[in-house]
């Protein structure tokens, strides 16, 4: 990586100002003055240093953040008229390009992954990885069995696409809350394939990506980083299916 470009994303700053850094002789790399700001550096174990103050902390090749999405919130890096989930976390990545790996619409809530991984992102999404994606949902009517034979055969929708075979169940006493597992991603999917029977959606919260929980601490809104297991397990889900 260029030296300005790891300044850059390190102290939050432009690039030209890292640029200016560097030219200053500010900067040292292995405690050795660098002033030439397009320098090739080995981001992941460098000693760079501006002023004499070693930057602190490993860099971050990546960032991979879990956010529980509150209603009203659009899922997109960026919107002209509405708060997007970039939105919310932006102030602790100025510098990062984040997008979220998935959509929720601006009326339901829960797990949004946030990242600037393209690739994990890519694998998550593919059709042929089917990573599932888990969600608590509220309907306007009861669960009936024509509802879990139909998901469970994969429902028609009614412009005439077959989707693929998901799970549905009861989430709990309440016969008009269930759990849906999903293992593609269709636009407006729960709420089509529920139209199938009938049935409206009142609300639907995404609760898990893969083998990924959304962590029940955070309240609407709130964001973590994912941990390297969590990462590294998303990984291992995305894979290719044999």
């Known amino acids: ?45 460098a000693e ?14 990546y960032v991979y953040l879990m956010l529980n999405k509150p209603e009203g919130v659009v899922s997109a890096a960026q919107d002209k008229r509405d708060t997007t989930v970039v939105d ?3 102030d602790a990545f100025p510098r990062r390009q984040l997008f979220p790996a998935g959509r929720l619409d601006k009326t339901s809530t829960g ?3 946030l990242t600037d991984d393209g690739t994990l992102a890519h694998d998550i999404l593919a059709p042929g990885r089917h990573v ?7 309907l306007d009517t009861p669960l009936t069995n024509a509802m879990r034979v139909g998901f469970a055969a994969g429902v028609t929708l009614a412009d005439g696409q077959t989707l693929a075979p ?22 407006h999917q729960i709420k089509r394939m529920f139209g199938v029977f009938d049935a409206g959606v009142n609300a639907l919260h995404r609760e898990v990506i893969g083998p990924v929980a959304l962590d029940a601490a955070l309240v609407p809104g709130q964001w ?19």
Not at 132 to 138: A, G, M, N, S
Not at 167 to 186: F, I, S
Not at 224 to 242: F, G, M
């Open 1 to 45: 990586m260029r030296l300005d470009k790891y300044l850059s994303e390190r102290l939050g700053i432009p690039r030209g100002e890292s640029r200016k850094l560097a030219a200053k002789g500010r900067v040292t790399v292995n405690g050795v003055l660098t002033k030439k700001a397009d320098t090739q550096i080995e981001e992941a174990t």
């Open 48 to 61: 760079v240093a501006v002023d004499g103050r070693p930057l602190a902390g490993a860099y971050q090749k």
């Open 88 to 90: 919310l976390v932006k």
């Open 111 to 113: 797990f949004v992954l």
């Open 132 to 138: 599932p994606k888990q969600y608590l949902v509220t």
């Open 166 to 187: 998901a799970e549905v169940a009861p989430a709990g006493a309440d016969p008009c809350v269930v759990r849906v597992t999903l293992h593609q991603g269709v636009y």
């Open 224 to 242: 973590r980083e994912l941990t390297a297991e969590e990462v590294n397990a998303l990984r291992a889900a995305a894979k290719p299916k044999n």
